[in-house]
């Protein structure tokens, strides 16, 4: 089984330093991180705008592997552009830029196609906008939404009420504790949980995903990487591979669930490789799946009800 | 099965303060957080010093549990004392002031029983302390040490003698990392894994830990706590939890190291809610056993090999 995939979410050019190298108006932002490493695992739709000035090759790159670009807006003036500087142990980084551009403006419409998906992911952006994209999705059957901190203190009566028509909140636990005034995570995500969503996913970098819901926690570790380029978009990557798996098998069972975060997480350790989207470019199903059974491994311990300990 | 397990580390008096309030003298140091959890799974025997002024009881306390102090020496003058302030989310602590006492002069004397242990553990005291108790013991099947920043710049050529004889370095990350020059947890564990010991264990605090041998990754998450009093000893608590399920099965075989592990980190979790080694006061194997169960469905999910995603 099958079911349409939607994200709504920015798609910018981002200039990035690490220590290893910078990057210059390289194609980036949610929606795009989001959809490059979904279409690996099925159809993505997208939502949002680009200006003039958007190189056209890389959303073609994109449209190869199946991601429809119909609802992707393209406005007179500049692309929505993102600079940033990461610490040498990439632990941390400096926004040095954000130029809205066409973003600004921006006021998302669905393609009459795009209506009817039932798997939608509202990446970070304004809530009163992905309030906008969810009232044009006729019966969604699963909802995940992405903010972030500027929204929780800028907006959030809107962000409440977003929640309240949310299933799956999946934020940074920084966002999480800010959300919910609470410093320790599992308070946090209960709070979550009070204030409509049934799930939350906290994203924590390095430190793996933990998925939360009123009768279950499941932690996936971050994959162990001896050499990350450049960290951008993991969050995003993990986003796409976790919907597009739950799209793509059509299952929310718990243990279809945990499956997805692992996707997820392999998801985030491709876009950590290289810089901006390339680590996802050329990734297939059989190098996900790879992945997904070192995790099994990482994690695999035998209980011993009956020992002598 | 069964085979000796000896400790040799501080035995101190701590003044810790958190969010939640404070203590005042309690006892502590890596010596009786690692022989409070340890007792729980096999007894302890342990080699130390205290002044005068170290209340009895404590002692006694832990006696009563099964662990052994004829190693414990009681010398003319102040025990060892460390003070500490957490910050309001427990993320960091400053050390606001160390005085050693008698262990200033401490030099470690193993009685004649416990130089047939077969299962050492050099805590967090200076390196050539560490030499020294391995120096008495006979044919030890398994040595973990830790140590700290401070013994990693002042003594560095004596902690990598000190390696050479060490089966698994038990650090942190953040030491790990110096102790390496390279931030990476994963290229320091191979680091160290070139200069002697044939495992690491790398402690990650709220976010569990880490096993790295030559040919395999363990990773186990923190145990998911809504409630964290006092993070003093976890990483030592852990310790004790992880060489005494090693004594107590007598088995180093890769999947017991992985069990031993889990061990560790349910003893952790025991130890970071209460002030002190009062979280691990009371504790039963099976309360233990309860969590190392939680730990399995924390990061349990089954691999999907045949399915369509």
């Not at 998302?108 to 906008?132: A, T, W």
Request: charged share 20%.
């Amino acid at each position: 089984m099958s079911a349409g995939l939607l994200v709504v979410g920015s798609i910018a050019l981002d200039s990035v330093a690490t220590p290893f190298g910078q990057t210059a108006d390289a194609p980036g932002g949610s929606a795009v991180f989001f959809s490059a490493a979904g279409a690996i695992l099925h159809p993505v739709q997208v939502v949002g705008v680009v200006g003039t000035d958007f190189p056209l090759d890389a959303l073609k790159t994109l449209e190869a592997r199946g991601v429809d670009l119909s609802g992707v807006e393209r406005a007179p003036g500049e692309s929505f552009r993102w600079k940033a500087k990461y610490s040498y142990d990439l632990s941390s980084r400096e926004t040095l830029e954000t130029r809205l551009g066409v973003f600004a403006d921006f006021r998302p419409k669905l393609p009459p196609r795009f209506q009817d998906s039932r798997y939608v992911f509202l990446g970070n952006i304004d809530p009163e906008l992905q309030l906008g994209v969810l009232d044009q999705v006729k019966s969604p059957e699963l909802v995940a939404c992405d903010t972030m901190n500027y929204w929780i203190h800028s907006k959030r009566d809107v962000l409440l009420e977003l929640l309240r028509h949310t299933d799956i909140l999946m934020v940074n636990d920084s966002e999480a504790r800010e959300l919910s005034g609470d410093w320790n995570i599992y308070r946090a995500a209960r709070w979550i949980l009070g204030h409509g969503p049934r799930m939350t996913v906290l994203k924590q970098g390095e430190h793996g995903a933990l998925l939360v819901s009123s009768d279950a926690t499941f932690k996936v570790p971050a994959y162990p990487l001896q050499e990350v380029f450049d960290p951008t978009g993991a969050g995003d990557a993990f986003a796409g591979g976790f919907m597009a798996y739950l799209a793509a098998t059509d299952d929310l069972s718990p243990g279809n669930l945990r499956r997805a975060m692992v996707y997820g997480a392999a998801m985030g350790s491709f876009a950590v490789e290289k810089f901006g989207i390339q680590g996802l470019a050329g990734v297939t199903l059989a190098d996900v799946r790879a992945r997904v059974r070192v995790f099994k491994d990482l994690v695999h311990f035998e209980v011993d009800e009956e020992r002598g300990a």
